[in-house]
């Protein structure tokens, strides 16, 4: 594949102190945050949050409050839109339908009279796997080819920072998830730094090196994407980034390497690096595939925790696993997710069963028990 121009690496991209307020109304709080150069950076949450807020910033398509926006080193807070080395791709992509995808990659290149704008538009198509359509109209594409042009258009003249607000968004599930590989193969050849806006976690999991979830205009957590899944810091990152099993008790007792919770009686341990709490009223979880079906109690092990009995209140098969909702009294209702039929036709509805799981899968939140 032909890289070749565009095997810069980007710039970083620093918020420090971000904080933006319409009119009767704080949409942005105290952000903070550092992308490395190079990096695939998705900024996650539910609507409203601020995320679309956030990249207008970064683009000069808003003005923050106060605090500062440095691309590559360079104070960029008092720059125009067009003056920062920025380009954004969003939902709508917005292509110029009387132009062919080759004018409409070199469109942008020709007006600022950069280079050669047809060798550099080639570049980028090949780079999106597209030259073969470059003397194609808009509309004589796919969903996911035009999004492609609208993605070489946005990288063909190299910005140091790419914004994507949505861009997959239009795209039925299909071809979101094909194009979220697409997406991810095209940063890494091109390596330039993308920041990713989106509401959809597996999304965020599947492409970004860092995720950043928002809540309310501020940033509750910020990892890897297993780190977060693996050690959610509060509940709203625990129930954002797929499912989970929260309880809420009193530590009990505290060892070198683990805490006891008391759970409505039932002694719950978490391993102390995986507790961001320690003392007093906590709130701790487990994931639902981490949790096994028993027929009967199963034997003491100090290695598990066990939960029980509870009724199987639902199940429901989905294919590549079967989702069982389990009513264990005093505690709720817990999610388990098995790859197969736990153990056979006792999991049905009605059944009464026992869980399991492992004391190193389990995780304690830093939140104020509700
Ligand atoms: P979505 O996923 O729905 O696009 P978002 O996380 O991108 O949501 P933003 O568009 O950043 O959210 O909006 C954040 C908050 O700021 C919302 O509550 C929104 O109503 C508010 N907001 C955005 N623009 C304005 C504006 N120009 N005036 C007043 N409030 C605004």
Redesign the pocket.
């Known amino acids: 594949m032909v890289i070749g121009a565009f095997a810069d690496r980007g710039a970083d991209l620093e918020l420090v102190g971000i904080e933006k307020r319409?009119p009767g109304?704080t949409?942005i709080e105290n952000l903070n945050l550092t992308i490395p150069a190079g990096s695939f950076f998705a900024l996650l949450?539910p609507?409203?949050?601020?995320?679309?807020?956030t990249l207008r910033l970064v683009a000069g398509l808003e003005e923050p409050t106060s605090g500062r926006i440095l691309i590559g080193g360079t104070d960029v807070t008092k720059q125009k839109s067009f003056q920062r080395p920025v380009n954004t791709v969003f939902q709508s992509y917005a292509l110029f339908p009387h132009m062919t995808v080759l004018e409409n990659v070199a469109f942008g290149l020709r007006r600022r009279k950069i280079g050669d704008p047809v060798a550099k538009a080639h570049e980028a198509l090949l780079l999106v796997e597209l030259d073969h359509l470059a003397h194609r109209k808009p509309q004589q594409l796919s969903g996911g080819q035009q999004q492609r042009v609208a993605l070489a258009r946005a990288i063909v003249n190299r910005p140091a920072l790419l914004l994507l607000d949505e861009p997959l968004g239009a795209l039925d599930l299909k071809l979101r998830r094909q194009m979220q590989l697409e997406l991810k193969t095209i940063q890494e050849e091109v390596g330039l730094t993308f920041l990713h806006?989106t509401?959809d976690q597996e999304e965020a999991m599947t492409m970004a090196d860092t995720i950043a979830v928002m809540n309310k205009g501020r940033i509750e957590q910020m990892g890897e994407p297993q780190q977060l899944y693996e050690l959610p810091k509060t509940a709203f990152v625990a129930n954002f980034l797929g499912q989970s099993n929260l309880f809420t008790g009193p530590v009990v007792s505290t060892t070198s390497t683990a805490i006891a919770v008391d759970v409505s009686g039932q002694k719950i341990v978490v391993p102390l690096e995986r507790a961001h709490r320690i003392s007093g009223e906590v709130t701790i979880g487990v994931r639902p595939e981490k949790l096994t079906l028993h027929a009967d109690e199963p034997a003491y092990d100090a290695g598990r925790n066990t939960m029980g009995p509870g009724k199987v209140i639902d199940v429901s098969f989905s294919g590549v696993s079967t989702q069982y909702l389990v009513a264990v009294p005093g505690v709720g209702t817990l999610v388990v997710f098995a790859q197969n039929v736990a153990f056979g036709p006792a999991a049905h509805v009605g059944a009464e069963v026992w869980l399991s799981w492992n004391v190193d899968h389990g995780f304690g939140l830093d939140d104020d028990p509700a």
């Open positions: 319409f109304f949409a949450g609507s409203g949050c601020g995320k679309t807020t806006v509401h």
